[in-house]
C-alpha cells in the first residue's frame, strides 16, 4: 500500500511542478462507436452469468445523512437496507437462473469491522459473499507536504481511503484478483452501494461479450441535476473520462452545458478480469489524481490524494459506454433521494426498483429538502407517512415543516417555513401547484 502512495504522492509532485493540463482543443464529443445506445437483444443465453461477479463500493459511511457506520445499512424500504436489497438481489439471480454469482463488497478502514458483523445475518442465503478491504493512504499536511501519521499505527484520522480507483490495487493485493480467474469468472460488474438502479443486466453483459469491449461505463443522458457529472470524451481518437475538476475555469459553462457533453458517467462499470490482471502486471495503471482538501477536527488542512475508477477506460482494449435507462441510476446521497425511493413511485420486486407505470409522464420528480431533513432521524421524524408523488414535478421544502398521514403532492410545491414559523400540513392535505409559506397548524378537536 506504502508503494502505491509513494508512487501516487511522486506523480502528484510532478504533474504539480509541471503544471500540465488536459489541451481543451484535443477533447471532441464521443464518436458513435464509442457510447453505443442500450439495445434490449433477442435471446441472451443466462448461463453467460456463471463467467460473472459482482462487487458493490461499500467504502463509504453514512454521516452526511446523520447515520453511524456504513452507509449500506440505512433502511431504505420496506425495512430493508442498500446490502439487503443488493444480497436479494444477487440470490434471486442465482436462483432463477441455476447460477453462481458471487457477491463481493470493497469496504474502507472505516466499514470493514461494520460490515463483517452485519453480513453473518445472510450466512444461510443462497449467495456466496466475499471481502476484501481497500488500502488506506496517509493524510498529507497542505502546508509542508509531510504525511500526518508518524507511524503505521497512528490514529484513524490520518488516514484516509483513496477513492474507487484504487479498486484495481486493492482487488490485485487481496489476492481476491487471482481467485475469481482461477475459479473461471471472466467479468467483474462493480457499482456504488447506494445506487438501486444498478442491477445485473443481461443485455449489457451480452453487448461487451459480443463487442469484446474489456471496460464498458454505463453512461446516461445529462438533466439540469447532472451538471458535475464525469463525461465521456474523445481525446486524440481515444476514450477518455473528462471529470469536472480537470476542467479549466474558462470552460466550465461549456461542460456544465448539456449541448456539447449529453451524457455522464453512472459508476456503472463493467470489466474483463484477464484485462484487469495484464494492466496490474504491466504496472500501466495511470489514474488521474484527484485533490480533495479536507479540515481535520483539529483545524489541520490536509489533503487526500484520490482515483476514480472511471478514469481507468483509457487503459482497457475496445472500450465503450453505453447509454442505459436513467432507471439504472438512483443514487441515495441524501434524504431527498431517499423519499423518492421510499415513495410508492417505486415498485420493489426482488430487491429490484421499478419505476411505477402509473407515472405516465416519465422522469423523476425533483426534490429539494431544506436542513432539518438532512439527518435521516429527523427526517423520518417529520413524515408520518411517505406522502403520493406520483404526479409531482417539483417540491421544495424549506424550514420547520411536518408532513401528516396520507399527504397527496401534485406539479410543483413549495412549502416555506419563515424562521419563528411552523407548518404542519394535515393528514389527508392534498396539495397541487401550490406554495404554501408562512405558520400553518390545524389541530383536530
Known amino acids: 500500500e506504502m508503494q502505491s502512495f509513494f508512487l501516487l504522492f511522486n506523480r502528484f509532485l510532478t504533474e504539480r511542478a509541471k503544471g500540465e493540463k488536459l489541451d481543451w482543443e484535443r477533447i471532441a464529443a464521443p464518436k458513435p462507436q464509442q457510447v453505443r445506445p442500450y439495445e ?6 443466462p448461463s453467460i452469468l456463471d463467467k460473472l461477479a459482482v462487487l458493490k463500493l461499500n467504502g463509504g459511511l453514512g454521516t452526511t445523512m446523520g447515520c453511524v457506520g456504513p452507509k449500506s445499512v440505512i433502511e431504505v424500504r420496506d425495512n430493508m437496507t442498500f446490502l439487503d436489497l443488493s444480497v436479494r438481489q444477487i440470490e434471486h ?63 484513524k484520522s490520518n488516514w ?20 475469481l480467474i482461477a475459479a473461471g469468472k471472466e467479468y467483474i460488474f462493480i457499482s456504488n452501494v447506494d445506487n438501486l438502479g444498478a442491477v445485473v443486466d443481461l443485455n449489457i453483459m451480452q453487448t461487451m461479450i459480443d463487442s469484446q469491449a474489456e471496460y464498458v461505463m454505463e453512461v446516461t443522458d445529462k438533466t439540469k441535476a447532472d451538471i458535475k457529472g464525469g463525461t465521456i470524451i474523445d481525446y486524440d481518437g481515444k476514450v477518455r473520462l473528462l471529470e ?30 484477464k484485462a484487469i490482471k495484464r494492466v496490474m502486471d504491466e504496472d500501466a495503471l495511470n489514474l488521474e489524481i484527484i485533490v480533495n482538501n479536507k479540515v481535520t477536527d483539529a ?37 431527498s433521494d431517499l423519499l423518492l425511493i421510499k415513495s410508492k413511485l417505486y415498485n ?39 406522502p403520493n408523488i406520483t404526479e409531482l414535478d417539483h417540491l421544495t421544502v424549506s424550514g420547520d415543516v ?38 400553518l397548524s390545524i389541530i383536530d378537536h
Open 244 to 273: 469536472v475538476a480537470q476542467v479549466p475555469k474558462d470552460h466550465l459553462d461549456e461542460f456544465c452545458s448539456t449541448r456539447k457533453f449529453k451524457i455522464f458517467n453512472t459508476n456503472n462499470i463493467w470489466c474483463n478480469l
Open 402 to 439: 411536518w408532513f401528516g398521514k396520507g399527504v397527496r403532492l401534485a406539479g410543483t410545491c413549495i412549502i416555506v417555513a419563515n424562521e419563528g414559523n411552523k407548518i404542519m400540513i394535515p393528514d389527508g392535505t392534498s396539495l397541487e401547484n401550490k406554495l404554501v409559506t408562512g405558520n
Open 299 to 335: 483545524g489541520q488542512a490536509v489533503i487526500q490524494l484520490e482515483t476514480a475508477i472511471g478514469a481507468a477506460i483509457k487503459h482497457f482494449d475496445s472500450a465503450i459506454g453505453i447509454n442505459v435507462p436513467r432507471s439504472r441510476f438512483l443514487p441515495v446521497k441524501s434524504c
Open 40 to 45: 434490449v437483444l433477442p435471446n441472451v443465453d
Open 93 to 155: 439471480l442465482n436462483s432463477k437462473y441455476n447460477v453462481n454469482v458471487p457477491f463481493i463488497l470493497m469496504n474502507s478502514f472505516n466499514t470493514n469491522e461494520d460490515t463483517a458483523r452485519i453480513i453473518q445475518k445472510y450466512q444461510n442465503h443462497n449467495i456466496n459473499i466475499l471481502t476484501f478491504e481497500q488500502s488506506r493512504y496517509p493524510r498529507v499536511d497542505k502546508e509542508s507536504l509531510l504525511p500526518c501519521p508518524r507511524d503505521a499505527d497512528s490514529e
Open 348 to 386: 420493489l420486486e426482488h430487491g429490484v426498483l421499478s419505476m411505477d407505470k402509473s407515472r405516465e409522464f416519465g422522469g423523476t420528480p425533483v426534490v429539494k429538502l431544506g436542513d432539518q431533513f438532512k439527518k435521516v432521524a429527523n427526517f423520518e421524524k417529520r413524515f408520518k407517512s411517505i
Open 160 to 179: 484516509y481511503p483513496p477513492g474507487h480507483g484504487d479498486i484495481f490495487d486493492a482487488l490485485t493485493n487481496s489476492g481476491l484478483l487471482d481467485k
